[in-house]
């Protein structure tokens, strides 16, 4: 396992386990225990998942000291506030049954982010979170936000994939010396990823998946990784990257997969946004 130093200093584990679409308390359970025994240490959670709980049991009983491990977890929109994310904080660490949180983040920049980061950061220098930071920011909201707090994230958790790889948004996270972490590495199973003959090809040159060709590209671009499976042998599978390197004529093969946008979401859509906002 290799690791991201954050710009305080902190280290993050650069592949992580997502628990996005596990809302089944005992399977995410599970899942968390089997992908804590694998070898992972960073486990991403969100309020919205509604799986908080789950994760915390699995913590309870994994056996691994806390500090090995490094969970975060995300304020929902409906608590996007100053006093909301206080509030939202302190249910969060509840749910997981933690003393401190190693990265928390705003899961999406709606209502007000700003008084929410702002109350983030009261709880950041209190030493109650390690790291704060945020999700889905464009560059343009990423640029704002950096421009009006006093901490700036340690983190922006966006999509990319070879199929949404996002440049621009990478060198503006490193002029402001953040890590971007890429959920959907696998951009949800569309356009054939794990069937991809560019990623496949590749693979078959180092006896690994298309899946962990899309990892390791990802890694070697500086991006944090989040692959969820409640599969035990995929979790192995996607932890398994550490061990080979994709040469510069292979990254560079993999650029043009570069469809420029998102077939996920689309953060620009009024109604998402609404829906979003009604999502308690």
Same mark, same amino acid.
């Given at each position: 396992?290799?690791?991201?130093?954050?710009?305080?200093? @902190?280290?993050?584990?650069?592949?992580?386990?997502?628990?996005?679409?596990? $809302?089944?308390?005992?399977?995410?359970?599970? *899942?968390?225990? +089997?992908?804590?025994?694998?070898?992972?240490?960073? !486990?991403?959670?969100?309020?919205?998942?509604?799986?908080? #709980? *789950? @994760?915390?049991?699995? !913590?309870?009983?994994?056996?691994?000291?806390? #500090?090995?491990?490094? !969970?975060?977890?995300?304020? %929902?929109?409906? +608590?996007?506030?100053?006093?909301?994310?206080? =509030?939202?904080?302190? +249910?969060?660490?509840?749910?997981?049954?933690?003393?401190?949180?190693?990265?928390?983040?705003?899961?999406?920049?709606? /209502?007000?982010?700003?008084?929410?980061? =702002?109350?983030?950061?009261?709880?950041?220098?209190?030493?109650?979170? =390690?790291?704060?930071? @945020?999700?889905?920011?464009?560059?343009?909201?990423?640029?704002?936000?950096? #421009?009006? @707090?006093?901490? !700036?994230?340690?983190?922006?958790?966006?999509?990319?994939?070879?199929?949404?790889?996002? $440049?621009?948004?990478?060198?503006?996270? =490193?002029?402001?010396?953040?890590?971007?972490?890429? %959920?959907?590495?696998?951009? #949800? /199973?569309?356009?054939?990823?794990?069937?991809? $003959?560019?990623?496949?090809?590749? /693979?078959?040159?180092? /006896?690994?998946? *298309?899946?962990?060709?899309?990892?390791? %590209?990802?890694?070697?671009?500086?991006?944090?990784?989040?692959?969820?499976?409640?599969?035990?042998?995929?979790?192995?599978?996607?932890?398994?990257?550490? +061990?080979?390197?994709?040469?510069?004529?292979?990254?560079?093969?993999?650029? $043009?997969?570069?469809?420029?946008?998102?077939?996920?979401?689309?953060?620009?859509?009024?109604?998402?946004?609404?829906?979003?906002?009604?999502?308690?």
């Amino acid at each position: 396992m290799e690791f991201a130093s954050l710009n305080n200093g @902190v280290k993050m584990p650069m592949e992580g386990f997502g628990v996005f679409q596990v $809302p089944d308390p005992k399977q995410c359970e599970q *899942a968390v225990l +089997d992908a804590i025994d694998t070898g992972y240490r960073l !486990i991403d959670t969100a309020a919205s998942y509604r799986n908080e #709980e *789950a @994760v915390g049991a699995a !913590i309870r009983q994994c056996g691994v000291p806390r #500090e090995e491990l490094f !969970i975060a977890t995300k304020l %929902w929109v409906s +608590d996007a506030s100053y006093e909301g994310a206080k =509030r939202g904080f302190e +249910d969060s660490l509840r749910k997981l049954g933690l003393d401190y949180i190693d990265l928390y983040l705003i899961h999406q920049p709606m /209502g007000d982010y700003i008084g929410a980061y =702002r109350a983030m950061e009261e709880l950041y220098h209190a030493g109650r979170v =390690r790291a704060i930071g @945020v999700c889905n920011c464009y560059p343009h909201v990423l640029a704002d936000i950096c #421009e009006t @707090v006093d901490v !700036i994230p340690a983190v922006n958790q966006v999509e990319l994939h070879p199929f949404f790889q996002q $440049p621009d948004a990478l060198n503006l996270m =490193r002029e402001y010396g953040m890590i971007p972490e890429a %959920w959907a590495p696998f951009a #949800e /199973g569309r356009r054939g990823i794990f069937q991809n $003959p560019v990623l496949t090809q590749i /693979g078959e040159r180092h /006896g690994k998946s *298309a899946a962990q060709v899309a990892l390791r %590209w990802n890694v070697q671009r500086g991006v944090v990784v989040i692959p969820k499976s409640v599969h035990r042998n995929r979790m192995e599978q996607n932890f398994d990257i550490w +061990d080979f390197e994709l040469s510069e004529e292979e990254m560079a093969a993999i650029a $043009p997969l570069d469809i420029g946008h998102s077939e996920i979401v689309n953060h620009f859509d009024p109604n998402f946004v609404r829906a979003l906002h009604g999502r308690k």
